[in-house]
């Protein structure tokens, strides 16, 4: 690796596991284009060299996520965006906190079993790191050579409440359904006959009513009674001044009412779906869960005794306390959070209000001691998320985000191992920049971030430079443009919008392979290209028109009117303005690693790329590259993508974004209008553009 006469230290964290960052102070930050370059820009900004975009991918998708309402769901349905559970320091205890997912990614890795005393298995990565009473520890000792390091042994307890033996989560069968509607109408509802005379004749009364102040058991009950042909109205329930607004569903006719009672008539074989829908119902109706203590209450004895039964028949731990002065007496659960969580998933509430678990101490009662780590001997797909507070709770335990991933090299860098895990970080760039900035000769020149290597990598959720270089930046008075592939930028983007009101600002995503098998084969260190699509989603909706880099497109692979036609067609819906796209360009040291993949993954056509890259070519021939516009110029029209619409071009007015220097007199001093043609595009995993070699 080069001599970094600037640096300051040299730092390794559990964090990042397998990389070192070495913080370094920079000489410059604005880094000048060499005149002989084809980007249509004169200055970068790099505060890394290398990259840790790479990740170790981690879990099972079948691994149990902690959502911010207290329910669980599978992490393969986890999105960014998501509002899950996290954890953080507190002065007494860790708590857990709400957090929200800002990246995912995927690809195979060897799995291991992981089995704790109270029966919970997770399936993870040996990369991978949980919470223990004695630190963050991985799953397994490091298979790379690098030398030991903490992981799990059966000394150690993890920290959580753990999932407990699996539990057969129970559909919404038939049986649940009736077993909710008995439990809760039965204890919250009212059903009467009443007949009266009038003086006149005598009159039948059939009432059925069902009064709630949270909408989602109501509207649950409405619909499930619906799907038994009855049919309720809606009305405002009269309440106190102190007292939360409720609403009731309710019907007068006798055969409804009818039905309602014979639906909730309790039978006297009774399955455990059904006592699963009962538990939820009667949680709903007359539960509460005040300081993690889950009760339920009433004053009918036979309900107190089917809860009792219920609890019970899922080795849930209750026991009724003392009966009150008004005769309501409650059913309490016992076992802590671990037991709270395992009747939620078994019964599954509707009412959210009751199961967040935001700010509660972690206090971990269960059995999470480790029994036992077991290699199973092969690969899975797996998935890793990356959320606010580095951490997420995965099957009842505290889970780390995963960083390190030795696969990423990047261009204009070695395409040795140092750099794959040897970061280097400016950590003073910010304030180099403001200093250059401030130099009367500097023009305030438009600005490009993200073409040497990624402002967004996984890193910068460490070192947090971008906010301080688009400060910067926007003091100033300088236009810039960022190219990403990282979904960290959406952390940014108030930030962004804010300065786009003082300068021009461009953003743009780079999205290759949309297709995800290939993409977790070719780049499976990268977000997905979900991830990807959300992150220019949401940018869209903050305003910005965001170009999306479409490249490289790979010859044979990702070439085909569907694949293409595909990919523009999610660019669009996602809100993207235009596209650039561009033919695979293997530059040296590249081209072998790629041969190398095509010969593993794809054989049949290595005889065809030696054909379209013979010797030391390093792009395709100029035929392929004619015809790949030939297709591509169509598609762009049809989908809107390139960049001609009246909105993106008005006459007379230069604008900023992000194009190929294939155009008629391109303006170098601001990004103005240019035609979306193709350009070459070269190949690594989570590589980007090359711009000016990085200084210090």
């Keep these: 690796m080069e001599r970094m006469d600037g640096l300051v230290r040299s730092v390794t964290t559990p964090e990042f596991a397998g990389m070192t960052f070495h913080e370094v102070l920079a000489k410059s930050a604005l880094n000048r284009v060499p005149g002989v370059s084809a980007m249509p820009f004169d200055w970068t900004v790099n505060p890394y060299r290398g990259c840790t975009h790479a990740c170790s991918y981690c879990l099972s998708p079948d691994t149990s996520i902690l959502l911010a309402d207290g329910r669980q769901a599978p992490l393969r349905d986890i999105r960014v965006g998501d509002d899950i559970i996290g954890t953080e320091e507190g002065t007494t205890y860790r708590r857990y906190v709400r957090t929200t997912v800002r990246a995912v990614w995927s690809t195979r890795k060897r799995a291991f079993r992981v089995t704790l005393g109270d029966g919970t298995e997770i399936v993870a990565s040996a990369d991978h790191r949980f919470l223990t009473d004695r630190g963050w520890k991985h799953v397994g000792e490091t298979t790379s050579g690098g030398g030991r390091r903490p992981h799990l042994t059966p000394t150690n307890r993890l920290q959580g409440f753990g999932n407990g033996s699996p539990a057969s989560l129970p559909e919404t069968t038939a049986e649940w359904r009736r077993g909710y509607v008995t439990g809760m109408v039965r204890g919250d509802g009212t059903l009467f006959h009443k007949s009266y005379d009038d003086g006149h004749r005598v009159k039948d009364i059939h009432r059925f009513r069902l009064a709630l102040a949270d909408p989602e058991a109501?509207?649950?009950?409405?619909?499930?009674?619906?799907?038994?042909?009855?049919?309720?109205?809606?009305?405002?329930?009269?309440?106190?001044?102190?007292?939360?607004?409720?609403?009731?569903?309710?019907?007068?006719?006798?055969?409804?009412?009818?039905?309602?009672?014979?639906?909730?008539?309790?039978?006297?074989?009774?399955?455990?779906?059904?006592?699963?829908?009962?538990?939820?119902?009667?949680?709903d109706a007359e539960g509460s869960c005040s300081r993690g203590v889950v009760r339920v209450s009433n004053s009918d004895e036979e309900l107190l005794g089917l809860t009792l039964?219920?609890?019970?028949?899922?080795?849930?731990?209750?026991?009724?306390?003392?009966?009150?002065?008004?005769?309501?007496?409650?059913?309490?659960?016992?076992?802590?959070?671990?037991?709270?969580?395992?009747?939620?998933?078994?019964?599954?509430?509707?009412?959210?209000?009751?199961?967040?678990?935001?700010?509660?101490?972690?206090k971990t009662h269960a059995d999470l001691r480790v029994m036992s780590v077991v290699d199973l001997g092969y690969e899975i797909d797996m998935i890793d998320i990356t959320t606010g507070t580095g951490d997420f709770i995965a099957n009842g335990v505290i889970s780390h985000n995963c960083f390190a991933r030795k696969t990423h090299e990047y261009l204009d860098l070695d395409y040795g191992a140092d750099f794959d895990s040897q970061i280097v970080v400016k950590v003073n760039v910010a304030e180099v920049l403001r200093g250059e900035l401030r130099r009367g000769s500097w023009a305030r020149e438009p600005v490009m971030l993200g073409t040497n290597t990624d402002p967004y990598q996984r890193a910068e959720g460490r070192y947090k430079l971008m906010p301080q270089i688009i400060g910067a930046l926007t003091d100033n008075g300088t236009p810039f443009s960022i190219l990403t592939k990282g979904t960290l930028l959406r952390r940014d983007l108030p930030l962004?919008?804010?300065?786009?009101?003082?300068?021009?600002?461009?953003?743009?995503?780079s999205i290759a392979v949309f297709d995800d098998a290939l993409q977790h084969s070719i780049e499976p260190g990268t977000p997905s290209a979900d991830a990807r699509l959300e992150t220019v989603r949401a940018a869209a909706a903050a305003g910005f028109r965001v170009t999306v880099f479409l490249m490289p497109i790979l010859p044979h692979l990702t070439d085909s009117i569907p694949a293409l036609d595909d990919a523009l067609a999610r660019i669009r819906a996602a809100g993207a303005a235009r596209v650039v796209y561009g033919a695979l360009h293997l530059r040296p040291g590249a081209k072998q690693w790629f041969l190398q993949w095509l010969e593993r993954e794809h054989p049949h056509l290595v005889s065809s790329y030696r054909g379209l890259y013979p010797g030391v070519s390093t792009q395709a021939p100029k035929a392929y590259r004619t015809w790949l516009g030939k297709r591509m110029r169509p598609l762009l029209r049809m989908h809107r993508l390139d960049g001609w619409d009246e909105d993106d071009h008005p006459r007379g007015r230069p604008q900023p974004g992000l194009a190929s220097r294939e155009q008629a007199t391109p303006d170098r001093r601001g990004l103005g209008p240019v035609r979306t043609t193709g350009v070459a595009a070269s190949i690594r995993p989570g590589s980007c553009r090359r711009a000016s070699p990085p200084s210090f």
């Design 218 to 283: 109501l509207d649950l009950t409405r619909a499930l009674l619906a799907d038994i042909g009855v049919t309720t109205l809606t009305r405002p329930f009269a309440t106190s001044p102190t007292s939360r607004p409720m609403t009731a569903i309710h019907t007068a006719r006798r055969a409804d009412v009818e039905a309602i009672e014979s639906y909730i008539a309790v039978p006297p074989q009774r399955s455990g779906e059904w006592q699963a829908g009962f538990l939820a119902g009667i949680f």
């Design 309 to 362: 039964e219920a609890f019970g028949r899922f080795g849930l731990d209750a026991v009724r306390e003392p009966t009150r002065e008004n005769e309501v007496s409650s059913i309490r659960l016992r076992g802590g959070l671990a037991a709270r969580q395992r009747f939620f998933r078994v019964a599954r509430p509707a009412i959210t209000r009751k199961l967040s678990m935001a700010d509660g101490a972690v």
């Design 496 to 509: 962004l919008t804010d300065a786009a009101q003082q300068v021009r600002v461009s953003l743009a995503m």
